[in-house]
């Protein structure tokens, strides 16, 4: 059975409150354990493998809190990444805080960047997921033993080999991490309902597999499949 | 039975040699049949279409000669879009034709770009098919006789409302050809095996289901979606 980054418990965090260098105000809070050592941070599951695997550990702060935007990027884009709290705000203070004018995009392109909206907490705990999953694939770093009691208490157990694709369900490698075609990586963050980020709909999935699912959610894909084989008489 | 531009007959062309404007040698010639009036041309079964959906035939005459490049156009892309017989030349004769050196490319471009390689024939037969496929959609505008002969001497009846997506095998209305997001096509040509171009080969696809498809062969993808509905426990 894959796994999911399904809640399963609870921490107590220590929540003191963090500095907002952003344009969008948020109430940044610290997420380390309540009592801990050392600085506050709102990533401090992601300390190891910023020191282990560097890109791994960008890749899953940027996809947690930022909108996408390389695959849709153009003149009239708005934005390439903004803080998906951001897109929250109605279009007057997306105007005053950041200078673009939502009501000037096409109706396409509001809609993808409002549908990447998300509050800050929904950002933070999709970082944690995505950092739980990252240590479940074949080949990963072992976290250390703080870091791992961390995300097992959220989570469960963290087991090296059992994070597998989230759309096609193969085993995923930590390796296919570092392998990237023209500058796109092989494994993306992707959402099983392109319109909720939390925990529970987001994890890791093949490039190949996140392009085809495209706009649908995962059940619609999997539906679609079905009528697709059953057209071509490869299905009862 | 969804229909395939599969050759089931012959045509006696004119066969007149035409001139050639672009910078690869190619033995272009008169497509039009034997004794015909008017002048030559190698896209005759074209003319109504130019006339009455000239995006249709445009784009017909566009995927069935020329590479594409939007999708994966950059600055080491080489070409945006060129005469696929080109990509029939060794490296020096196309630096020495267009001023591009292959060898500069990147192996994936490269590869991509010889991938699309085939014989003006191929092409010309290509569009033949194409144009066949758009008279068979529902909605689309019927032949004048002389051109429903031509097509129908090739691939058989021209009967509106056959044509299918070559992937998802749902029924392709002519109107989609209008509908564009973002500048884009909701109909594209797509091809079963990516590196074959010839009409047997080439159809028409909802954009959703050739970019799910990607690099695979038809084949292949549907393959694919059959172990993900068996991973996913849809399929036994």
């Given at each position: 059975v894959p796994q999911d980054p399904v809640a399963r418990g609870q921490l107590r965090y220590c929540g003191k409150p963090l500095a907002n260098r952003s344009r969008f105000a948020v109430d940044k809070r610290c997420f380390d354990v309540a009592g801990h050592a050392g600085r506050c941070s709102?990533?401090?599951?992601?300390k190891h493998l910023a020191r282990e695997a560097k890109n791994v550990a960008e890749k899953i702060k940027r996809d947690a809190t930022k909108t996408t935007g390389?695959?849709?990027?153009?003149?009239?884009?708005?934005?390439n990444r903004v803080q998906r709290?951001?897109?929250?705000?109605?279009d007057d203070e997306v105007l005053r805080l950041a200078g673009v004018d939502m009501t000037k995009l096409s109706e396409g392109v509001q809609r993808k960047l409002r549908d990447k909206a998300a509050t800050y907490d929904d950002c933070i705990h999709v970082a944690q997921g995505l950092t739980w999953l990252a240590y479940g694939m074949a080949g990963a770093p072992a976290p250390p033993r703080d870091i791992g009691d961390y995300l097992e208490a959220l989570f469960g157990p963290v087991e090296p080999g059992v994070t597998s694709c989230v759309i096609c369900r193969a085993p995923l490698e930590f390796s296919l991490f570092r392998l990237a075609r023209r500058g796109r990586a092989e494994i993306e963050s992707a959402h099983k309902n392109p319109r909720v980020h939390t925990p529970e709909n987001v994890g890791f999935a093949h490039r190949f597999c996140n392009i085809a699912q495209g706009d649908m959610t995962l059940d619609d894909f999997y539906e679609w499949m079905e009528t697709v084989l059953r057209r071509v008489g490869r299905l009862a």
């Amino acid at each position: 059975v894959p796994q999911d980054p399904v809640a399963r418990g609870q921490l107590r965090y220590c929540g003191k409150p963090l500095a907002n260098r952003s344009r969008f105000a948020v109430d940044k809070r610290c997420f380390d354990v309540a009592g801990h050592a050392g600085r506050c941070s709102d990533f401090p599951y992601l300390k190891h493998l910023a020191r282990e695997a560097k890109n791994v550990a960008e890749k899953i702060k940027r996809d947690a809190t930022k909108t996408t935007g390389a695959a849709w990027l153009s003149d009239d884009a708005g934005f390439n990444r903004v803080q998906r709290w951001a897109m929250l705000l109605p279009d007057d203070e997306v105007l005053r805080l950041a200078g673009v004018d939502m009501t000037k995009l096409s109706e396409g392109v509001q809609r993808k960047l409002r549908d990447k909206a998300a509050t800050y907490d929904d950002c933070i705990h999709v970082a944690q997921g995505l950092t739980w999953l990252a240590y479940g694939m074949a080949g990963a770093p072992a976290p250390p033993r703080d870091i791992g009691d961390y995300l097992e208490a959220l989570f469960g157990p963290v087991e090296p080999g059992v994070t597998s694709c989230v759309i096609c369900r193969a085993p995923l490698e930590f390796s296919l991490f570092r392998l990237a075609r023209r500058g796109r990586a092989e494994i993306e963050s992707a959402h099983k309902n392109p319109r909720v980020h939390t925990p529970e709909n987001v994890g890791f999935a093949h490039r190949f597999c996140n392009i085809a699912q495209g706009d649908m959610t995962l059940d619609d894909f999997y539906e679609w499949m079905e009528t697709v084989l059953r057209r071509v008489g490869r299905l009862a």
